[in-house]
């Protein structure tokens, strides 16, 4: 992208235009989403290219201002993918799996966060969350049944016998407007758990961190450095990161007492800046941002027909990359069980599973941002005496590794504790246990290659693992129809061994080649085996023969019908 598209996209807005019904329509919306932000924007996309009308919701008309979120994981990048937007965010961003820890001015070790390449997407990319936002603006617009409204500020909502009033205000004035379900995205300073009169809670960590995004041409390869008491900030950790555009997002512990007003002026910045770099470095301040540490959640994530997600649920520290990542997961997980629930295919109760699969999630980030925080800022001398000694070991000894903490970086929850899971009756190796998220792997399918993935669809589906030289027992057509008439489509994919099938399978079942046998050692996929996916990719349930009663008993398990 030349530096005309770049600015294009940092200075774009988006037109306020008025509504039905602030010419006194009435309308009755299925689902609206409050914020387009990345978790929003996901959220409607996901429901909207499955058929739900949703409308969004945003006060503003821009995007984000600053890089903000810029760490985007590989499970992030394969919702991307499953919503029509994947390929640009990795086209244009900063492929990286590779992170360096130093102490002081000595290298201690470093990891490698995806060493098995045979996946279609990287551990991570970086990319500033404007071009996240602008990427999927450009998906929504292909989506004849998703309606944003700029501009539109929620001041007011109650919920009704089977349905929430809203009340937002534009620059025409106020209207009202109804919904099924409200699905709140509008960030750590939610405008609409304000208005509900709910709080998060949690802790503040007494330490703040100035985010510097400076512009520079630099040699330094597409790595995660930090460095834990530098000579050129010492006493103190930095982080730096490369994004797109020659821009490095460089993060500087201040320690509880700095002036966060001060902290963000030039003189201040430059300085810090030149300390790591060389007092030759030349480089422009793109953003700069004081923030604090805080790792809080909502007691609960549903409050009736109101469903919060992302930075309006739960907020973590931003080192480990878990805040827009956990907020995606959670959009996924909201989208399908409202899908679900409008057409009459689950019950009400399927969204209590969100509360309990997401609330679960948040606090495994939040105790793991809570690890970080308290490895990277120590509170007391024994504990500044145990970090260095660790990372003084480190240097040699590959079990003080483990302990080094400077921001696990995010990995997708296992629900393993969902009620949506049927659990295992046969054994199994691997880690794809009922509650995991799919594992990907490349495959071919009618002489083209592929990946496991994108096979899977927007509904539940089957992925029975066959047998070149003998047959495997696969649903018959009648069985699926019977599955539909119960919980909606249900698709079937094959997946075979490179030597190819023996059997014929039924028509409209997707075969596969399992290329290199990836797919077959990620899954213990011997012959027969069945894995039951939900619509998010999530297992939830494994057998290793197809039975059509045990599957019909997974899938009114995983939709609450049973």
Known sequence: MNASAEADIKSRSYEYKPCPEQGGAQADHPVIVIGAGPVGLATSIDLAQSGVKVVVLDDDNTLSNGSRAICFSKRTLEIFDRLGCGQPMVDKGVIWKTGKVFFQDNPVYEFDLLPDTAYRRPAFVNLQQYYCEAYLLDRAKDLPNLEIRWKNRLVGLEEVKDSVVLTVETPDGEYKTRAKWIVACDGGRSTTRQLMGLESKGNIFKDRFLIADIKMPAEFPPERWFWFDPPFHPGQSVLLHKQPDDVWRIDFQLGWDADPVAEREPEKVIPRVKALLGQDAEFTLEWVSVYTFVC?????????????????????????????????????????????????????????????????????????????????????????????????????????????????????????????????????????????????????????????????GDSFSLVIFADEKSDVRVPKSEELAEFAQTVGPLSVLVVAPKGGLKQDVPKGYRVVTDIDGHAAKRYDGKAGTTYLMRPDQHVCARFRKFDAKAVRAALLRATCNA
């Open 296 to 456: 809080m959640r909502m007691d609960k994530f549903r409050h009736g027909r109101v469903i919060f997600a992302g930075d309006a649920a739960h907020g973590v520290s931003p080192f480990g990359a878990r805040g827009a990542n956990s907020g995606v997961q959670d959009a996924e997980n909201i989208a399908w069980k409202l899908r679900y629930v409008l057409d009459g295919k689950a019950p009400d109760s399927l969204l209590d599973t969100y509360d309990d699969e997401r609330v679960y999630a948040a606090d495994e980030n939040i105790l793991n941002s809570t690890r970080s925080t308290d490895f990277i800022t120590p509170k007391n001398q024994a504990s500044m005496d145990f970090r260095n000694a660790t990372l003084e070991l480190a240097r040699d000894f590959p079990f003080a590794q483990r302990h080094v903490n400077s921001g696990r970086l995010s990995v997708p929850a296992v629900l393993a504790t969902s009620a949506l899971n049927t659990a295992d009756i046969d054994a199994f190796g691997g880690i794809l246990a009922p509650g995991a998220v799919a594992a990907d792997a490349p495959v071919e399918e009618g002489g083209r290659d592929g990946w496991l993935l994108d096979m899977l």
